[in-house]
């Protein structure tokens, strides 16, 4: 077997190849770090072709939809993009020009004759993960170690959203084993913020997010096992959906710590355009894609639900607003996005309340735990076929290494599992006991958060991720939406103060310069009831558009 | 700390004390194995009581919400039949008429100055496997060490029976761990079959199938992690639903393997009347638990699923068979049974045809594998508390005792988990490609097959748990319904032949003399979809009626 760097070598000039010579730009210089404008200067795309890929998704399926524009034209316009966006940022993998263009004719025609959509993401381009299988096609997940596995049959997601008339058109990058919330490996490099060149995406799913970004792809798919959607949606500005577990299918996709059954990761949409999160989760549950992988949950799409039926109809809600997690206190930018947040619901008509986090550092830690379980094992066991090496930082200068602590008995791991779900219900009870706080007779409608206690942060600081990883362990659907950019002006350090501990004023310290931050993406989290993705949605809608207002 | 048996001793002198003395029977000597007819025989119970006790569930309801019967009399009624039958084949644990008769007392207030019922269980007495915490009370679930612990609040599920209406009136015999498909502990001995008690009741919820065999309770839950509503139900004659994961709150409750979150138990209802299967399930999902349980999914009663909207409204349904699973050949009562319902739903114009069964020794191996991950850790920490035996075998003689296997890691348990999980794919394939075999245009509608290769046996031949265990390993629902009973001239032994392997010999041979098993119920099984508890309900309603046609 040839040695692994030889093996990456030879993927690094497939990939090279797979990109079309005339779609090839000089792209602006390290030093340049704001990259998002220069997709529509760099001369590549036309004036059409910039107005596509402009367009939100809903628009673009109904201009699909009546033949305005082919599903070539819409395709070409976003690859073209893609490839542009991939050259700022090193954001893709699996580039298959020709593959994506076939469908896209092929769904021209089909309206042609028939006059017909497929189904409701007819003629769409539709970016993915490196984790959702294509049949014929590699999915490394950044391991050497699965170069050359051509997969013999398509992730049941990527089926469905074939049967819904989209467009799979790219794939995109993600760290080695997933397992980290940056995203670089030894295959395709690091992925980079198209808002500022020197800060990470987050990851796992960061080629995603700053593909999407860069406005290559219209609506994206990625996973999260502790915040994957999400805060790589929150550092690039985004709206994200984390779905609670079982709702979208999983079945067929390529993952680490496969097996790890209690808390697992969920694909979910990632889009520039607010509707793309319900116009993709109501095509794939509209599917019904409990009839392709057993562990989706059988339940309809239900849009007495979207319509806030069980939330009094949408008319006067209440919020609870977590402004800190009790751990870590977030940085300025984060707070002043609260605030406007709240001002805005307030505006709107709506209440909101304090929210009072209940054990968050134990139900991150824990899950964290659950993961560690056996990740070691899991990690050798793969890298073991080629002898590379287990990335270790995601520090550019490699410094802070992570050390994985080794794996426990499964008797360990099920009393893990027991204080998880016992914590659970804790605070199950406690949303539900703020019934009598609210005023409306409900409890807290959705909790409004942040994503991580710092927006874009520069490479391999990704510290904290509980933020997000509390409500994987609570099994709550989350979405992200955006809210401002970081303005050193307004977002000014705050003096010294009292902390939590060691590692809140480790976070604090990292604000030491708002500058470094500039124009980062400030986004926040929405977090709903378990399996409730339908409300989580609309309520999503209702903070935007107030925001908007 | 006094010695184990000591704190046995003063548990059973407290279980006696709670017996009302005027309850007391002469039961028959041991020598009479059938005692299904000694209740209304010896004498405790009214005319009226004996009337109470034989109507189904449904009428109760009606009778009990109109005020034509009060909850105090239904539940003295049942209460001291319930007093017969553990007096026969000692079934219960806790005992507590005075709380259970305030509750009713209760109850019949409220009606009686609103006109209102509290709920759809209103003053339905209902009986509890010894999992089901009750405030106040202890739940040993056969373990000495628990002896002593009073619960400080119930579990979920009893909080939502009370919630419906329902009088909490008994709790019933489990083996010790619950590990087990019979039903033994050293706290409350072993449990009978009302049918003839020199047979098993199959377990683990044993006690519970012989209160309501005897008709001292009309409807009761247990749980099933492998089979433990389905056999018990099977051997005693009467209706059970193990429901999908998370259709029915199990928060609160105790148990062996906590924090096993793979291949849960479930809890669902255990009755002699079959509309107490959907009144149970209807009352508890529209109570909402998602809002008390975190692990319950969030699914409305869904009354268009019960009326078959999926399967043809319920015309021309097309059921299959699975005769054998393969690995071993069921008895001749269980086939007869199975060519009983073919024909009788052939003559109800249904289509029957056969059903191949894949994988089911691997579905079964793995799960059980699953659960013995932790096993031994886990009773060995719970008996060490007064350092009670861990029984090793189900036998009278104590012969062929158990050897539980030591635990593997949490990545080796990974490994087997995700086996399952390929392997759940594979079946939900094979199901789905049997829409070309059945001519409705739709896969087969529900799987009709045996519970157990056998009906109710000798104690401590429980050997083989795969025809119930593959449904948990692909978290299908099924349900029990009775057939027939064991007629030794209909059921002659079949001559020897050709074996799968040695086991199957084995099973063969314990049928050596039908008058063995004389007059045991004989029960089938009907299986469906993931989360389709309303249509498996219906469905064995349908098959249920054209058995008795």
Request: proline share 6%.
């Amino acid at each position: 077997m040839p040695h692994w760097t030889q093996i990456v070598a030879e993927k690094q000039q497939r990939q090279l190849k797979s990109i079309p010579q005339e779609w090839l730009v000089s792209p602006p210089p390290d030093s340049t770090l704001d990259v998002t404008g220069f997709p529509e200067t760099c001369g590549l795309l036309s004036a059409r072709e910039i107005e596509i890929t402009n367009t939100s998704t809903d628009v673009l399926l109904e201009k699909l939809a009546s033949g305005e524009w082919t599903s070539v034209d819409v395709t070409t316009a976003f690859y073209k993009r893609a490839i542009i966006a991939h050259q700022l940022v090193n954001c893709l993998t699996e580039i298959f020009v020709d593959r994506a263009l076939v469908r896209a004719a092929e769904l021209d025609d089909h309206l042609k004759k028939t006059g017909k959509v497929v189904g409701p993401l007819h003629g769409l381009p539709i970016s993915l993960k490196d984790q959702l299988c294509i049949k014929g096609l590699e999915t490394t997940v950044g391991y050497v170690s699965w170069i050359g596995q051509y997969a013999e049959k398509n992730a049941v997601l990527v089926d469905i959203l074939i049967e819904c008339g989209a467009v799979p058109f790219v794939r995109t990058n993600v760290p080695q084993t997933i397992m980290w919330g940056e995203t670089y490996n030894y295959i395709f490099g690091r992925t980079t913020n198209p808002y500022n060149r020197s800060l990470t995406t987050s990851g796992s799913s960061g080629g995603e997010a700053a593909l999407i970004a860069l406005k290559g792809s219209p609506l994206g798919v990625g996973s999260d096992l502790g915040g994957s959607i999400r805060r790589p949606s929150a550092f690039c500005g985004l709206y994200g959906l984390r779905p609670s577990y079982g709702r979208v299918p999983y079945c067929g996709a390529v993952n680490s710590l496969e097996g790890q059954d209690s808390s697992p990761s969920v694909f979910g949409p990632m889009t520039s355009s607010i509707g793309g999160l319900k116009t993709f989760m109501k095509a794939v549950v509209n599917a019904k894609p409990w009839l392709k992988d057993p562990l989706v949950v059988r339940k309809q799409w239900d849009e007495d639900e979207y319509n806030l039926v069980d939330h009094g109809s949408g008319k006067n809600l209440c919020f609870g607003i977590m402004w800190d997690d009790g751990v870590v206190v977030p940085h300025p930018p984060i707070k002043r996005a609260l605030e406007m947040t709240k001002a805005a619901l307030e505006k709107a008509g709506h209440k909101v309340i304090d929210w009072k986090p209940i054990k968050h550092k134990l139900l991150g830690d824990v899950t964290r735990d659950v993961f560690n379980a056996g990740t070691v094992e899991d990690l050798m066991m793969v890298t073991s076929g080629t002898g590379e090496p287990i990335i270790s930082t995601m520090e550019l200068d490699g410094s802070e290494p992570l050390l994985r602590t080794g794996g426990i008995t499964a008797y360990q791991l099920w009393q893990l599992q027991k204080l998880r779900r016992d914590t659970r219900k804790e605070y199950l009870d406690h949303w539900e006991v703020t019934a009598s706080e609210t005023g409306t007779g409900r409890p807290v409608d959705a909790i409004i958060c942040p994503a991580a206690p710092y927006v874009a942060h520069p490479h391999g600081k990704s510290w904290y991720r509980h933020y997000t990883m509390v409500w994987n362990a609570l099994d709550y659907p989350a979405s992200i939406f955006p809210v401002t950019t970081v303005d050193p002006t307004l977002d000014a350090r705050i003096p010294s103060h009292e902390f939590y501990d060691d590692f809140d004023k480790k976070v604090y310290d990292m604000y030491d310069d708002p500058e470094t931050f500039k124009n980062a993406p400030v986004c926040l989290q929405l977090v709903g009831r378990t399996l409730e993705e339908e409300a989580v949605i609309k309520m999503t809608e209702i903070v935007d558009a107030a925001l908007l207002a």
